[in-house]
Structure formats: structure tokens, C-alpha cells
């Protein structure tokens, strides 16, 4: 997995160093409403004419938020609290939800989700001056049957740590269990967090190694049966 600038869930670099020490935390707390979802799963409201995007949080939703940068785009926030969930808002199907980045809707119920999926696409064909219209509705596909993942990994002193990384962050969320992938895929990993893998050995069948120390790619392939 390359090791890119990190990113928050609506997609903008998270500062470091130098950059952070510049760029101030509004740091007030404020209650809003959510309106929208972003493209990239965050909540949207509005406060003082600018977006305000809160992850975690879905259409419906009243909240308390932190608002954290303030950029041309909008502010970043934290939720703080969820004071009134939505009708629509749907418990997540997996324990890891919320550190672990590998989903950002899991809150919201399925008929929202599809709607929204279908928007983001007509949307992308609208303002390129193409027909919305042709798209049809999602096909949804059910829980726990992706059949391919890209983990990272990271070699420590107890053991190895593999999953997804964490929102924002390199930092890896060590998986016991996940919503979206196969259980076949899920039981390839170490039974045991921090388990230690065989030197040299593939991670799984058909997958590939590439270093043996700090953070390695993990390819993992399900084998298919016709």
C-alpha cells in the first residue's frame, strides 16, 4: 500500500508538522443539523453560509460538533455528540466501525445509502453535461461477499498487526472481524490480535509478501469456486 499524504474522510490532506502548528482549530462547539451526505460519506450542514463536514453523521441527524479547520471549502469538525439520531439512522453492522476507515456509511439505512450512490453517479454525469437519467437504481450486493482486499500490515514486537487503515491516519486497525468481506477472506487472518506469520511465508494462498519489517502490502485473494 503506498504510503500517500493521509487523508480525513471528505478527502482533504490532514496537516502535520509545520503545517498543523499554522492552520488553527476553530475549537467552538455548535449544534447542527445534518442535510446531506458528502462524497465521501460525511455528514453535511451548514453554520455562518459555510459547509460543516461531520463524519459519523448522516441526513436527519442533530448533533454537537467541535469544528475544527476552517478551509475555502467549508470547516472540518468532530462529532461530539449525537443529540437526536435520525428515523433513517441504522445501528453499523461492524464492531470495528468508526476508527477503521474502510467504510464511512454504515450508519445510515440501506434505502438512503442506495439513493445517495445513485445521486453521486447522476450527479458526476450532470455536470459533464450528460444524461442523469439513464441512471438506474443500485443493485446492492449483501453483507460479507467482497471477495478481494488489500490490507496493510505492520511487524512489531509481539507479532504482526494486519487490517484496514485507521481514518486520516497509518495507524492499523488490527481486524477481528469485518461487514463487507467474505468470511473466508476474514478467516485467513491471524486468529489471535499481534499473531506472529511464518518468515517468508504468503500471507495467504495466492497472496504476496513484499518486506519483512514496518509497514508491508498484503494482497489477499479468495479463491473462487465455479
Keep these: 500500500m503506498a504510503r ?5 474522510q471528505h478527502g482533504r490532506p490532514v496537516a ?8 488553527r482549530d476553530d475549537g467552538r462547539e455548535v449544534d447542527l443539523v445534518i442535510t446531506d451526505l458528502g462524497d465521501r460519506g460525511d455528514g453535511i450542514a451548514a453554520f455562518e453560509g459555510m459547509p460543516v463536514f461531520v463524519p459519523g453523521a448522516g441526513p436527519g441527524d442533530r448533533v454537537r460538533v467541535r469544528l475544527a479547520e476552517r478551509t475555502a471549502h467549508g470547516f472540518a469538525s468532530q462529532i461530539l455528540e449525537l443529540v437526536v439520531p435520525a428515523p433513517d439512522r441504522a445501528p453499523p453492522r461492524c464492531p470495528h466501525y468508526g476508527p477503521c476507515g474502510g467504510c464511512s456509511v454504515q450508519h445510515i439505512a440501506d434505502p438512503v445509502y442506495r439513493e445517495w450512490k ?3 453517479v447522476a450527479d458526476a454525469l450532470g455536470r459533464r453535461g450528460l444524461d442523469p437519467s439513464v441512471v438506474e437504481p443500485l443493485v446492492a450486493t449483501p453483507p460479507r ?5 488489500t490490507f496493510a500490515a505492520r511487524r512489531t514486537g509481539g507479532g504482526v498487526v494486519i487490517g484496514f487503515n ?11 472481524a469485518c461487514a463487507v468481506l467474505s468470511p473466508e477472506l476474514v478467516g485467513l487472518l491471524p486468529e489471535e490480535p499481534g499473531a506472529q506469520l511464518p518468515e517468508g511465508a504468503p500471507i ?6 513484499e518486506a519483512s519489517e514496518g509497514l508491508v502490502t498484503a494482497c489477499v485473494r479468495s479463491v473462487v469456486q465455479d
Design 204 to 209: 495467504t494462498p495466492g497472496g504476496r509478501r
Design 118 to 120: 445513485q445521486r453521486r
Design 166 to 176: 485507521e481514518a486520516g491516519s497509518h495507524r492499523i486497525v488490527d481486524l477481528e
Design 16 to 23: 502535520r508538522g509545520r503545517a498543523a502548528r499554522e492552520r
Design 4 to 8: 500517500g499524504k493521509p487523508r480525513s
Design 145 to 149: 461477499s467482497r471477495r478481494r482486499a
